[in-house]
């Protein structure tokens, strides 16, 4: 499912398909390019499916077709959305595009076409994606955000008459946005409430042939090649205890980060910053990113939690932390106005401002030996954050030199004390196979620490 732009409306229609689809008792199997946390996981609630991220800067060739094939294997269906226009990408050439990944793996794309305020120019749109690359096996289109019939009949005509795309649907306009949406795109499932995918699915399937959409999908040539281990082999040694913060302030975590550190040893046990009052037995913990600036008054009024992150920290607990857990770990969060005092592990004070302060695609080069990555390592990943760190000159050093993106600093990204890395960097565990061995074995030499009763060291690589 692919669209003219971002706020095409592909994502309403991916959750309408795929919760339709799912109701028709299809085992659909949900996917998401690109960096996306939120709409993944809408459409992981749509489809009752865990959504995989799939996306060619993050991932190889090799490792995206054979995360692909794991995923889908055993399902009826599988659902990809795209992002952005489909043929946007990183470069004049389009790399890491919809359109790539749909050739990638040989997926028909159907296009969700935001028609507002046109007609006749829709069929030259539809013309010139069709022509602009041949090879993207382009079969339909669904016209979103329809008005009355002559409007949907001069669309539907158009089209039809100067172009071999089928009209699969048209939608009209929706009176209100069953999702909200707000600064970082969709809100959270946590802050929505209501279940919207019956109605969602309801619309789709009185303005739109979804017969002949699942007959597309059927059309795609099968699935070929074997699939492989997704992870590197284990390290032996002892299983240890990861934390991980994930309540409705931080959420943001790939579901393949949990099973590469599972698959390296782990055992994975959840807690929140907002209910909970200390961190529980664990040897590390990791923080993910998600929305602390809106609930920043009640990660502030637990001072238990906030203190009991910092001993942690103090006492060489390894602590990986990714943009809103970096956020946390600061000293000070300011929104809207109001300060709200954080963990204080880093003497920094970190301010939400109205307008993005880096989004998009990361590769940086690790400079400085800390305990997840060896120097010199090229890290890849993405940012999409709207607060910044307003006071950097009381850091001596980054670990981090951004080579593509903004980070924390222009040009530089990750503090690190003790051993505990945050940053704005998000990085996907299959990306950076590295990342959850060098976890795991931090960890265990804090459990050994621990258990000898001794001071655990600064862990470097």
């Known amino acids: 499912m692919a669209g003219l732009g971002g706020g095409s409306g592909k994502t309403i229609v991916s959750l309408g398909l795929a919760r339709a689809f799912q109701e ?13 946390y939120i709409d993944a996981k809408w459409l992981s609630l749509a489809s009752r499916s865990d959504t995989t991220n799939l996306d060619p800067f993050l991932l190889s060739s090799e490792v995206l077709e054979n995360l692909f094939r794991s995923r889908a294997k055993g399902a009826d269906l599988a659902l990809l959305e795209g992002n952005r226009g489909l043929y946007d990408g990183k470069d004049v050439e389009g790399s890491c595009s919809s359109a790539e990944l749909a050739k990638l793996l040989r997926c028909p794309v159907i296009v969700v076409a935001d028609c507002t305020k046109v007609t006749r120019t829709m069929a030259a749109i539809i013309l010139g994606l069709t022509a602009f690359d041949p090879q993207v096996d382009i079969r339909g289109v669904i016209l979103n955000r329809t008005a009355g019939f002559r409007h949907q009949n001069i669309l539907r ?29 969709l809100i959270s499932d946590a802050e929505h409430g209501a279940d919207p995918f019956a109605a ?50 931080l959420w943001f975590y ?16 959840e807690f929140s910053l907002l209910a909970d009052g200390a961190v529980p037995d664990v040897d590390a913990v990791y923080m993910g990113g998600g929305f602390p600036e809106t609930l920043a008054a009640g990660l502030a009024a637990n001072e238990s939690m906030r203190h009991s992150v910092r001993r942690c920290v103090e006492q060489g607990m390894p602590v990986y932390a990714e943009c809103g857990g970096l956020m946390y770990l600061s000293r000070e969060l300011l929104f809207e106005g109001a300060a709200y005092p954080m963990a204080g592990v880093f003497p920094l004070t970190t301010k939400v401002f109205q307008k993005p302060q880096g989004h998009g695609y990361m590769s940086s080069l690790v400079e400085t030996a800390n305990p997840f990555y060896s120097p010199k390592t090229r890290l890849t990943g993405h940012e999409f954050h709207y607060s910044r760190c307003i006071d950097i000159e009381n850091v001596s050093s980054f670990v981090l030199r951004v080579e593509r993106g903004q980070g924390m600093a222009k040009g530089c990204d990750g503090v690190l004390h003790r051993n505990c890395l945050a940053g704005y960097t998000h990085m996907h565990a299959l990306g950076n196979p590295a990342w959850a061995t060098n976890f795991v074995s931090a960890a265990r030499v804090f459990q050994a620490a621990r258990l000898a009763g001794s001071t655990c060291p600064d862990i470097r690589l």
Do not use: W
């Open 254 to 269: 790939y579901q393949e980060n949990f099973e590469a550190l599972r698959h390296a040893g782990a055992e994975l046990v």
């Open 200 to 249: 969602i699915a309801g619309c789709l399937r009185a303005n739109a042939d979804i017969d002949a959409c699942l007959a597309i999908a059927r059309s795609a040539p099968p699935i070929s090649g074997e699939v492989a281990p997704l992870y590197p082999a284990p390290v032996s040694g002892a299983t240890v205890r990861i934390g991980v913060a994930r309540d409705a302030a």
């Open 24 to 36: 028709q008792g299809l085992a659909v199997q949900t996917f998401k390019k690109g960096p996306d």
């Open 157 to 185: 005509d158009s089209i039809e008459k100067y172009t071999n795309v089928r009209v699969l649907g048209i939608l009209p306009k929706l009176t209100e946005n069953p999702i909200p949406e707000r600064h970082m795109g």
